[in-house]
């Protein structure tokens, strides 16, 4: 059976771009301490925006999906799930909710993860959910002829419980001694996650899930305030390529988890710097600003096709109606160009024709 022993970490030579990242995040962590201290009732509703997009973000990678203005019905429990899809993405938004409330007090066992993830499944009823796999499953990609292949096969069923009871000894054992740096340590685990494949189902939600844990047990909280799940999404493409890079050889423990932390480090910066820049419109709503400035100010920053949703999601402090309403004097003023009609609705800068 693979072993699990994360101590490697500490004596491999990391390129500057990897060490660069890592200390970036660092800066911006210690900034983000100190907008939460100062802007704790602001941040709430940054925080209900990114459950959302998390939570759709995170099912869409997967091919669980619904509609824009169902999914938030569904978190505003104006209405009920009506198919398997809705229950999956419900099933995930009650995890997301435990992680952002609980994270101190849930420990990476696999009795924990386990509990994550029968909650994950139980609205849709599968016997499985919170049970390690008892079948072989297997990481597959489709050709461009249409044809599919087994790209990885993880490990077998029998191995399971003692490699995931292995995994989170070795990821403890690391944190402890703290000379590996989380943001190092967190892309490894969840790539040894991914490989075991513990589940019949729901391994890479659990995966995005474990992520977004981890990082907050170690005070790195901007999933809380911009969707990581949804920088994921935005750049499957990658995602799915640097999981294959970092997964070859893993069975012989020769694997190089570099590309994915590299992508992940990207993907948390990306998020980070995001998260400046939507506190930055909080800032520009003070008293001496008003909705039409921090509007104008947003579409201005903003390169191609703007939805009054993208301003809403932006413009944290700022209330719906106002939005729309500075959207329209900025329409009137000649600023935006409406294009589309209902539901698919646009704009884009004038001095972009």
């Known amino acids: ?66 509609t824009g203005t169902r999914i938030k019905q569904l978190f505003e429990e104006k209405t009920t799930p009506c198919n398997r899809d809705e229950d999956e993405i419900m099933g995930y938004r009650d995890v997301l909710n435990t992680i952002h409330e609980n994270h101190d007090y849930i420990p990476i066992r696999p009795s924990y993860i386990l509990q994550l ?27 461009a002829d249409g044809s599919v292949f087994t790209r990885f096969t993880p490990v077998e069923p029998f191995c399971t419980p003692d490699a995931v009871e292995n995994l989170c000894k070795a990821y403890e054992q690391a944190i402890a001694m703290e000379r590996v740096d989380a943001l190092i ?84 910066l990306a998020c980070y710097t995001e998260f400046e820049k939507r506190v930055g419109m909080m800032d520009a709503g003070g008293t001496r600003s008003h909705a039409y400035d921090i509007v104008k100010k947003y579409v201005e920053d903003k390169i191609g096709r703007i939805t009054a949703a993208d301003v809403i999601a932006n413009c944290p402090k700022l209330a719906k109606s106002s939005v729309l309403r500075e959207i329209k004097k900025l329409t009137d003023e000649g600023v935006l160009i409406k294009q589309g009609g209902g539901r698919n609705t646009c704009y884009i800068r004038s001095d972009s024709r």
Not at 15 to 44: M, S, Y
Not at 238 to 247: G, I, K, N, V
């Open 185 to 268: 340590l967190i892309p490894s685990f969840i790539i040894d996650f991914l490989c075991i494949h513990p589940f019949n189902d729901g391994n890479g939600r659990m995966s995005r899930l474990l992520t977004l844990l981890i990082l907050y047990k170690n005070g790195y909280e901007v999933g809380k305030y911009v969707s990581i799940e949804r920088q994921i999404e935005l750049t499957k493409d990658r995602y799915y390529e640097t999981l294959a890079q970092s997964d070859a050889h893993w069975h012989e423990g020769r694997n190089d988890p570099t590309p994915f932390i590299r992508y992940m480090l990207q993907v948390i």
């Open 117 to 143: 993830h029968k909650s994950l499944l139980e609205k849709v009823g599968l016997s499985y959910g919170g049970h390690f796999k008892n079948v072989q499953n297997y990481i597959s990609e489709t050709r």
């Open 1 to 66: 059976m693979r072993t699990f022993d994360y101590s490697s970490l500490e004596w491999k030579q990391w390129g500057t771009d990897i060490l660069n990242l890592v200390a970036r995040i660092h800066e911006c962590k210690g900034r983000q301490d100190l907008f939460v201290r100062q802007k704790p009732v602001e941040l709430d509703r940054l925080a209900e925006i990114a459950k959302i997009q998390s939570t759709e973000a995170s099912n869409k990678i997967e091919g669980i999906v619904t």
